[in-house]
């Protein structure tokens, strides 16, 4: 059971990238998923959320308005594009699969409820 970021890399600030998320061993397409973030010395942040169905989302206020997360269930992919990069976005970028296929408003930024975890992968935004 493993989940596998993709799509990270360098961009210059107001610049996009599009991350992708897949899972191997199991369907994706049940389970609400997450993107989360870490910058070097800082905790891990909740971006972006989506249920299993695609028709709820949630960001994290620093990346509302900029950030987009959605779902292809029948390539069982998650995506997270993000427009108009900014230096503070520069973090490695994990997906993770909730446990349940729908969002706890309140809580689902700390991850609780995500229990399978892909290595993540690098985003670097210069200024």
């Known amino acids: 059971v493993q989940l596998q970021a993709s799509g990270g890399g360098l961009v210059q600030a107001g610049g996009s990238l599009r991350l992708s998320c897949v899972a191997s061993?199991?369907?994706?397409?049940?389970?609400?998923v997450g993107w989360f973030r870490q910058a070097p010395g800082k905790e891990r942040e909740g971006v972006a959320v989506?249920?299993?169905?695609?028709?709820?989302?949630y960001y994290a206020d620093s990346v509302k308005g900029r950030f987009t997360i959605s779902r292809d269930n029948a390539k069982d992919t998650v995506y997270l594009q993000m427009n108009s990069l900014k230096p503070e976005d520069t973090a490695v970028y994990y997906c993770?699969?909730?446990?349940?296929?729908?969002?706890?408003?309140?809580?689902?930024?700390?991850?609780?409820?995500?229990?399978?975890w892909g290595q993540g992968t690098l985003v670097t935004v210069s200024s």
């Open positions: 061993g199991f369907r994706l397409n049940r389970k609400a």
């Open positions: 989506i249920n299993y169905s695609g028709v709820s989302t």
């Open positions: 993770a699969a909730s446990i349940y296929d729908g969002i706890d408003f309140g809580s689902w930024h700390q991850g609780g409820d995500f229990a399978s």
